[in-house]
């Protein structure tokens, strides 16, 4: 049952994607240049998280995130997120309800949160490993896991160790040692020491001793 509504879903937003769009859309349709994000899907994923995202600004987001909405890779990775997202929020003031992925939301959300030279540098890291997954998707797939602040995951389903993560971006707190960041921290993890930390943003955390 589950697979089915995930073939469902997913046959839905295709549609979604190659219908034509209209100017008198309402501000819940996305098309495959546009999501949209409202103050409902914004509270569900600040609870999902536990990141409060409700402090974001996303008016201007095409604007301020031009580079990254026209970057060809981020766009086939979105459109590839979107089609094969597994969770999704229903938006029930749709007449016919809409459904948005709530990966790909996560993604703009945490880019408004952490603003364009963060996202810009984390990008820049991320995207030939992006590259690389979508060029091979029978062989790697991207796992996001908001609940864990894990924003974007790779994983090599045909690695020696099956199901082997070689790279992630993730936004939250995390331990070094005896002490742990106070709050949360744009970082990544890469092989051959996926445990590593590699911070982003801020550059410079702050860190309290665990007790």
Same mark, same amino acid.
């Given at each position: 049952?589950?697979?089915?509504?995930?073939?469902?879903?997913?046959?839905?937003?295709?549609?979604?994607?190659? =219908?034509? &769009?209209?100017?008198?859309?309402?501000?819940?349709?996305?098309?495959?240049?546009?999501?949209?994000?409202?103050?409902?899907?914004?509270?569900?994923? &600040?609870?999902?998280?536990?990141?409060? !995202? &409700?402090?974001?600004? =996303?008016? %201007?987001?095409?604007?301020?995130?031009?580079?990254?909405?026209?970057?060809?890779?981020?766009?086939?990775?979105? #459109? @590839?997120?979107?089609?094969?997202?597994?969770? $999704?929020?229903? +938006?029930?003031?749709? $007449?016919?309800?809409?459904?948005?992925?709530?990966?790909?939301?996560?993604?703009?959300? =945490?880019?408004?949160?952490?603003?364009?030279?963060?996202?810009?540098?984390?990008?820049?890291?991320?995207?030939?490993?992006?590259?690389?997954?979508?060029?091979?998707? +029978?062989? @790697?797939?991207?796992?996001? %896991?908001?609940? %864990?602040?894990?924003?974007?995951?790779?994983?090599?389903?045909?690695?020696?160790?099956?199901?082997?993560?070689?790279?992630?971006?993730? @936004?939250?707190? !995390?331990?070094?040692?005896?002490?742990?960041?106070?709050?949360?921290?744009?970082?990544?993890?890469?092989?051959?020491?996926?445990? #590593?930390?590699?911070?982003? @943003?801020?550059?410079?955390?702050?860190?309290?001793?665990?007790?």
């Amino acid at each position: 049952m589950k697979k089915f509504l995930s073939i469902f879903l997913a046959s839905i937003m295709l549609v979604a994607f190659l =219908l034509p &769009t209209d100017s008198t859309a309402t501000s819940h349709d996305f098309s495959i240049n546009q999501i949209s994000i409202d103050t409902s899907m914004v509270q569900q994923i &600040t609870e999902e998280s536990g990141t409060d !995202f &409700t402090d974001v600004d =996303l008016t %201007n987001f095409e604007q301020d995130f031009a580079f990254l909405l026209n970057d060809p890779v981020f766009k086939e990775m979105e #459109e @590839y997120l979107v089609l094969n997202s597994q969770e $999704v929020i229903i +938006d029930e003031t749709e $007449v016919a309800g809409q459904w948005i992925p709530i990966a790909a939301a996560g993604i703009r959300l =945490l880019a408004g949160k952490v603003g364009t030279k963060a996202i810009d540098k984390a990008w820049d890291i991320a995207k030939p490993h992006v590259k690389k997954a979508l060029d091979d998707v +029978d062989r @790697y797939k991207f796992i996001v %896991n908001i609940k %864990n602040g894990r924003y974007l995951g790779i994983i090599d389903t045909k690695s020696k160790s099956k199901d082997k993560t070689i790279f992630a971006l993730d @936004y939250h707190q !995390f331990k070094e040692g005896s002490k742990r960041t106070v709050d949360d921290v744009l970082h990544y993890h890469i092989t051959p020491n996926i445990k #590593e930390h590699h911070v982003i @943003y801020p550059t410079d955390p702050k860190w309290e001793t665990i007790k």
